[in-house]
């Protein structure tokens, strides 16, 4: 019996729906909640990243103050603009979109950008509130993850979670979210200096692939009924789409779905919940800034 495909736009637009309602609700006591989004460059990948943010800040009624920049964009024009929207007032939320150019330090922009305003919670402090379990910004793609199972009611309280990859933006605080008490799994992190990887991902109800390459978990890796949650978005040449490239994850989706109880596809799956997610963050930012 193959797997119930978890509609990650679906559920994605209820997230959407709940913030938009809230956003209407601030916006009758004279707050405007902001978002702004920061892109350096053209990498076809982030121009597209965001643009799906900024379409998400239209819907959900937020006020956009994104900023697109030439690539020659120095490090100190960039900390300088960061700086300016530290310090404005009605700006509630900041995000740099990743990669930036290589001439620009990424952790000295992360460092830069207010824990108050850091709505993709990858500042330190928000890391370190994570991992102690203090209350702060989560990061968007994990805390997507969680509401998706959640919302599928996969049972995680003391369920094996093996998370393949062992990234900063997914794997670690994915992995720190599913230990706290309120979830109560165990967990398991394996990666490029894992042994014997297709014995551990046997053992896991829950198997989370962040990985960034094509297929790398196959049926024989998935435990019979296991939630599969793949986190990948390859580019795969493709000349018979419009676009040239169709896009892939990590799991080998039509072997695999036919093995486990669900899973999420892509594109469809945990994409749309990180913008979602990111809503979430910026109405939550301008919530406590009211509080």
């Known amino acids: 019996m193959s797997a119930v495909i978890i509609d990650g736009k679906a559920i994605a637009e209820e997230v959407k729906a709940g913030v938009a309602e809230k956003v209407a609700a601030l916006k009758e006591k004279g707050i405007q909640p902001c978002l702004a989004?920061?892109?350096?460059?053209?990498?076809?990948?982030?121009?597209?990243?965001?643009?799906?943010?900024?379409?998400?800040?239209?819907?959900?009624?937020?006020?956009?103050?994104?900023?697109?920049?030439?690539?020659?964009?120095?490090?100190?024009?960039?900390?300088?603009?960061?700086?300016?929207?530290?310090?404005?007032?009605?700006?509630?939320?900041?995000?740099?979109?990743?990669?930036?150019?290589?001439?620009?330090?990424?952790?000295?922009?992360?460092?830069?950008?207010?824990?108050?305003?850091?709505?993709?919670?990858?500042?330190?402090?928000?890391?370190?509130?994570?991992?102690?379990?203090?209350?702060?910004?989560?990061?968007?793609?994990?805390?997507?993850?969680?509401?998706?199972?959640?919302?599928?009611?996969?049972?995680?309280?003391?369920?094996?979670?093996v998370v393949i990859g062992r990234s900063n933006i997914v794997g670690k605080p994915v992995a720190m979210l599913m230990l706290r008490r309120e979830y109560n799994s165990t967990v398991t992190i394996c990666h490029t200096g894992t042994k014997n990887l297709k014995e551990i991902t046997r053992q896991a109800d829950i198997l989370i692939a962040a990985v960034g390459h094509p297929k790398t978990v196959t049926a024989d890796m998935v435990k019979p009924g296991a939630a599969v949650i793949d986190v990948g978005v390859n580019r795969i040449?493709?000349?018979s789409k419009k676009s040239g490239f169709h896009l892939e994850g990590d799991v080998d989706f039509e072997a695999v779905k036919e093995v486990a109880s669900c899973i999420t596809p892509v594109p469809k799956g945990v994409g749309p919940m990180t913008i979602a997610m990111l809503m979430y963050n910026t109405l939550e930012a301008a919530e406590t800034m009211v509080k």
Do not use: W
């Open 37 to 161: 989004v920061i892109l350096v460059g053209e990498n076809p990948a982030s121009v597209s990243y965001v643009t799906g943010k900024r379409k998400a800040l239209a819907e959900a009624g937020m006020t956009d103050r994104s900023e697109v920049l030439p690539e020659s964009t120095t490090e100190e024009e960039l900390l300088a603009l960061i700086d300016k929207l530290n310090k404005d007032d009605t700006v509630h939320g900041i995000l740099v979109q990743l990669p930036l150019p290589k001439h620009i330090d990424e952790n000295k922009v992360i460092m830069a950008i207010s824990p108050a305003k850091d709505v993709d919670g990858f500042h330190p402090v928000s890391v370190g509130n994570l991992m102690i379990g203090r209350k702060g910004f989560l990061p968007c793609t994990p805390h997507g993850i969680l509401v998706l199972l959640e919302k599928m009611k996969v049972n995680m309280n003391g369920a094996h979670v």
């Open 237 to 239: 040449p493709d000349p």
